[in-house]
């Protein structure tokens, strides 16, 4: 049974960081890109970031892109969002997803419960 669990979510001021942790299990994750996605209230989610199956690429949405860091470890089939100068509107329910193929072109398979983040203004 594939399982994604979320972890590092809480409560920041603007201007601070949170590292948001998802540890997946039930499947050769090595094989498959991953992301991070977001849904904030009332709104549809969005993507946030992806990372291909080895680590070597990534890709970011324009809002995050330069304060996010999206990275994984095999081994440990762990993949790690480092999210710095967050901003009020950063806030809400962040997903991790598995991927359909190599990268976050394919679609994505499998999703985590999420974690929240409230930014503080």
């Known amino acids: 049974q594939v399982q994604l669990v979320e972890s590092g979510g809480g409560l920041v001021p603007a201007g601070g960081s949170l590292t948001l942790s998802c540890a997946a299990s039930?499947?050769?994750?090595?094989?498959?890109?991953m992301g991070w996605f977001r849904q904030a209230p009332e709104k549809a989610r969005e993507f946030v970031a992806g990372?291909?199956?080895?680590?070597?690429?990534?890709s970011y949405s324009d809002s995050v892109k330069g304060r996010f860091t999206i990275s994984r470890d095999n081994a440990k089939s762990t993949v790690t969002l480092q999210t710095n100068r967050l901003k009020p509107e950063d806030t809400a329910v962040y997903y991790c997803?598995?991927?359909?193929?190599?990268?976050?072109?394919?679609?994505?398979?499998?999703w985590g419960k999420g974690t929240l983040v409230m930014v503080s203004s």
């Open positions: 039930g499947r050769t994750f090595s094989n498959y890109g």
């Open positions: 990372i291909d199956w080895s680590g070597g690429s990534t």
């Open positions: 997803a598995v991927g359909s193929g190599r990268n976050w072109e394919g679609g994505w398979d499998y």
